[in-house]
Nanobody
Framework: QVQLVESGGGLVQPGGSLGLSCAASGNVASINDMGWYRQAPGKERELVTAITKGGNTNYADSVKGRFTISRDNAKNTVYLQMNSLKPEDTAVYYC?????????WGQGTQVTVSS
Protein backbone atom coordinates (compact mmCIF):
# COMPACT_ATOMS: atom_id res chain seq x y z
CA GLN A 1 0.00 0.00 0.00
CA VAL A 2 1.34 3.40 -1.00
CA GLN A 3 0.33 6.63 0.68
CA LEU A 4 1.01 10.17 -0.40
CA VAL A 5 0.79 12.80 2.30
CA GLU A 6 0.62 16.42 1.24
CA SER A 7 1.45 19.39 3.40
CA GLY A 8 1.47 23.11 2.92
CA GLY A 9 -1.19 25.17 1.23
CA GLY A 10 -3.52 27.65 2.83
CA LEU A 11 -4.53 31.26 2.30
CA VAL A 12 -2.17 33.82 0.79
CA GLN A 13 -2.53 37.29 -0.64
CA PRO A 14 -1.94 37.95 -4.33
CA GLY A 15 1.76 38.23 -5.01
CA GLY A 16 2.61 36.01 -2.09
CA SER A 17 4.32 32.63 -1.91
CA LEU A 18 3.48 29.17 -0.68
CA GLY A 19 5.26 25.85 -0.63
CA LEU A 20 3.76 22.41 -0.92
CA SER A 21 5.32 19.06 -0.23
CA CYS A 22 4.21 15.51 -0.86
CA ALA A 23 5.86 12.49 0.72
CA ALA A 24 5.32 8.94 -0.48
CA SER A 25 5.47 6.08 1.97
CA GLY A 26 4.63 2.42 2.11
CA ASN A 27 5.46 -0.20 -0.46
CA VAL A 28 6.95 2.24 -2.93
CA ALA A 29 8.83 0.70 -5.79
CA SER A 30 10.95 2.78 -8.09
CA ILE A 31 9.28 6.15 -8.60
CA ASN A 32 9.41 7.59 -12.06
CA ASP A 33 7.58 10.86 -12.65
CA MET A 34 6.26 12.99 -9.83
CA GLY A 35 4.13 16.07 -10.13
CA TRP A 36 1.18 18.23 -9.30
CA TYR A 37 -2.27 18.74 -10.70
CA ARG A 38 -4.83 21.26 -9.58
CA GLN A 39 -8.57 21.61 -9.82
CA ALA A 40 -10.41 24.88 -9.44
CA PRO A 41 -14.15 25.02 -8.71
CA GLY A 42 -16.16 24.23 -11.81
CA LYS A 43 -13.06 23.37 -13.83
CA GLU A 44 -11.36 20.19 -14.89
CA ARG A 45 -8.23 18.95 -13.19
CA GLU A 46 -5.17 20.26 -14.98
CA LEU A 47 -1.51 19.37 -14.92
CA VAL A 48 0.54 22.07 -13.25
CA THR A 49 4.02 20.61 -13.37
CA ALA A 50 5.93 17.35 -13.43
CA ILE A 51 9.47 16.15 -12.86
CA THR A 52 11.16 12.99 -14.05
CA LYS A 53 13.42 10.79 -11.99
CA GLY A 54 16.35 12.42 -13.74
CA GLY A 55 15.15 15.90 -12.89
CA ASN A 56 13.66 17.03 -16.19
CA THR A 57 10.72 19.33 -15.62
CA ASN A 58 7.75 20.70 -17.47
CA TYR A 59 5.27 23.39 -16.50
CA ALA A 60 1.89 24.61 -17.59
CA ASP A 61 2.23 27.91 -19.43
CA SER A 62 0.17 29.63 -16.77
CA VAL A 63 2.75 28.94 -14.05
CA LYS A 64 6.04 29.14 -15.92
CA GLY A 65 8.48 31.47 -14.22
CA ARG A 66 6.44 31.49 -11.00
CA PHE A 67 6.32 27.87 -9.82
CA THR A 68 9.25 25.53 -9.23
CA ILE A 69 9.05 21.79 -8.80
CA SER A 70 11.78 19.73 -7.17
CA ARG A 71 12.19 16.30 -5.68
CA ASP A 72 14.25 14.42 -3.15
CA ASN A 73 14.57 10.86 -4.37
CA ALA A 74 16.05 9.65 -1.09
CA LYS A 75 12.96 10.88 0.75
CA ASN A 76 10.44 9.99 -1.99
CA THR A 77 9.23 13.56 -1.73
CA VAL A 78 8.20 16.14 -4.29
CA TYR A 79 7.99 19.85 -3.62
CA LEU A 80 6.22 22.76 -5.26
CA GLN A 81 7.34 26.31 -4.58
CA MET A 82 4.76 28.82 -5.74
CA ASN A 83 5.71 32.48 -6.05
CA SER A 84 3.89 35.54 -7.35
CA LEU A 85 0.59 33.82 -6.71
CA LYS A 86 -2.52 35.05 -8.47
CA PRO A 87 -6.20 34.63 -7.62
CA GLU A 88 -6.53 32.28 -10.59
CA ASP A 89 -4.09 29.91 -8.88
CA THR A 90 -6.80 29.18 -6.32
CA ALA A 91 -7.52 25.46 -6.47
CA VAL A 92 -7.10 22.15 -4.74
CA TYR A 93 -3.61 20.88 -5.53
CA TYR A 94 -3.00 17.15 -5.88
CA CYS A 95 0.38 15.50 -6.02
CA UNK A 96 0.93 12.26 -7.88
CA UNK A 97 3.65 9.71 -8.50
CA UNK A 98 4.15 7.15 -11.22
CA UNK A 99 5.53 3.93 -9.82
CA UNK A 100 5.78 1.09 -12.28
CA UNK A 101 2.43 1.02 -14.03
CA UNK A 102 0.55 2.65 -11.19
CA UNK A 103 -0.38 6.25 -10.50
CA UNK A 104 -0.84 7.23 -6.88
CA TRP A 105 -2.52 10.42 -5.69
CA GLY A 106 -2.31 12.66 -2.68
CA GLN A 107 -5.40 13.70 -0.77
CA GLY A 108 -5.32 17.25 -2.09
CA THR A 109 -4.57 20.50 -0.35
CA GLN A 110 -6.40 23.79 -0.76
CA VAL A 111 -4.56 26.85 -1.99
CA THR A 112 -6.51 30.09 -1.86
CA VAL A 113 -5.13 33.33 -3.22
CA SER A 114 -7.20 36.26 -2.06
CA SER A 115 -6.88 39.66 -0.50
Amino acid sequence: QVQLVESGGGLVQPGGSLGLSCAASGNVASINDMGWYRQAPGKERELVTAITKGGNTNYADSVKGRFTISRDNAKNTVYLQMNSLKPEDTAVYYCYILSGTYTYWGQGTQVTVSS
